[in-house]
């Protein structure tokens, strides 16, 4: 069977619209009975500031209670957070209350396996298939699960952060906690290493989460971090798996150049072996040049976290990410983890000697759009053969210096055309000749043109 409200990242909608409390309890159910069948029988929950959060994780407790499975709610925490806790804890599941970097009206719930990876399709097909059905051996008495609310559950996460970190003292550092999971626990860690934190985004009241802060805007931390002269800009998405930053200067770094920084760190140390980084098919060409110049080959994966990290698992990666800050560092767990990839670039920043800005300054991103063309038929375009004619002489007239990329939404009637080359001038010819192509044998319309030179591309 396929999965019908499970999406790539657990199932999203309205919170109280198309997230009810009503599914949440049978979420509950139906995930607790997969856990009681197995002869477990102990959860933990976790969420971040929305104002649902509270409902939803109520729902979704009372649902493992009521089939006979104790559940541990920590409360506000980051996504990686319940990942480490499912997977050294004696935990057989562990779920996650949060829409990420979606606005605050929506909301989210996500499943851990007891690897702390996210749950396998076939487990999420199982709790969809018995979604809603009656339950006749009920449990009573102290067969019925217990909810908890323990206290400092959240201290062995931030111990794992810490023997992570590095001495800080003396460094100023600007947070933008996007007013989610990470307000609190990483300003707070920060200023245990010894650093001079400065915030702004970690102040959630319910309905502020990701709204012109955080790692989906930029450019807050940009002019946060160059206001303040900070030696490193940080910015944390809602439930904090994805992590940007900012030099001194005000300049984004991205996913690509915080990987590109990392494995350039590593390899110099001799410690980067396979000397193998895993992009995605969105990455820059700028960084892939600059990752063989340095010896290191890039490897791209689709654009997604679970195609990201069963690369890193095929090639032997120490480091896999998208653009969009969604960084994997297999090292220290399976998922992303922003707080982990904030305190690792800290780390380059101070066994380097270098700042910010000279890290920033190791390689120039080439020149790339990205069109999104809303086309009347999306079908066929792989198997239309005047367009693979077109491609083919793009890629040709690109040569070794650019890159084409077609792909089609999984949602929506749009193609995504991604074109980049050494040369904005190369790049804006092609892609123009390209838009054409597809709109012509398509039909349809732009739908929107973004530049990710300087960008989060995913």
Avoid at 85 to 104: C, E, Q
Avoid at 317 to 325: F, M
Avoid at 402 to 410: K, P
Wanted: charged fraction near 25%.
């Amino acid at each position: 069977m396929s999965r019908k409200l499970f999406g790539t990242d657990g199932i999203r909608g309205v919170a109280n619209e198309k997230l009810t409390p009503e599914l949440a309890f049978q979420l509950g159910q139906s995930a607790g009975r997969l856990v009681a069948e197995r002869g477990e029988r102990k959860v933990v929950i976790g969420r971040d500031t929305r104002r649902s959060g509270p409902m939803l994780g109520a729902a979704l407790a009372a649902g493992f209670c009521s089939v006979g499975v104790d559940a541990d709610s920590v409360g506000i925490a980051p996504t990686a957070a319940i990942s480490y806790l499912v997977r050294t804890g004696d935990y057989a599941l562990g779920a996650v209350i949060s829409a990420s970097h979606n606005p605050a009206p929506d909301n989210g719930i996500k499943f851990f396996a007891t690897d702390g990876r996210k749950l396998a399709d076939h487990d999420e097909e199982s709790i969809e298939a018995h979604l809603g059905q009656a339950i006749s051996d009920r449990p009573t008495g102290s067969q019925i699960g217990r909810l908890s609310q323990p206290l400092g559950a959240l201290e062995a996460y931030v111990e794992f952060l810490r023997a992570a970190s590095p001495d800080l003292s003396g460094r100023r550092f600007c947070v933008d906690g996007s007013h989610g999971a990470a307000f609190s626990i990483f300003p707070a860690l920060l200023k245990e290493l010894g650093a001079d934190v400065l915030t702004v985004g970690c102040h959630p009241d319910g309905d502020n989460i990701n709204a012109r802060c955080g790692a989906t805007h930029p450019e807050t931390i940009q002019e946060f971090a160059a206001a303040n002269e900070a030696d490193l800009g940080i910015a944390f998405d809602g439930d904090a798996d994805r992590a940007v930053f900012s030099d001194t200067r005000g300049r984004l770094i991205n996913g690509d150049r915080t990987i590109a920084i990392w494995a350039r760190h590593q390899k110099d140390r001799g410690k980067l072996s396979p000397a193998v980084v895993v992009g995605t098919v969105m990455s820059n060409g700028g960084f892939d040049h600059f990752m063989s110049e340095q010896g290191i080959t890039l490897e791209r994966a689709d654009v997604g976290d679970k195609y990201v990290a069963q690369r890193i698992a095929d090639t032997g990666a120490h480091i896999g990410g998208e653009q969009s800050g969604h960084l994997i560092f297999p090292q220290h767990g399976p998922t992303g983890d922003g707080l982990m990839t904030a305190l690792e670039l800290l780390r380059v920043l101070c066994e380097s000697g270098k700042s910010s800005v000279e890290l920033f300054d190791q390689y120039e991103a080439w020149p790339q759009l990205l069109l999104n063309l809303k086309v009347a038929r999306k079908e066929g375009w792989e198997s239309n053969p005047t367009i693979q004619e077109g491609l083919t002489v793009a890629a040709t007239e690109l040569g070794g210096d650019g890159r084409v990329n077609v792909r089609a939404s999984g949602t929506q009637p749009i193609l995504r055309l991604m074109v980049e080359a050494s040369e904005a001038t190369v790049r804006d010819a092609v892609a123009a000749r390209l838009e054409g192509l597809l709109l012509r044998e398509l039909g349809g319309e732009i739908y929107s043109r973004v530049d990710l030179t300087h960008a989060l591309g995913d």
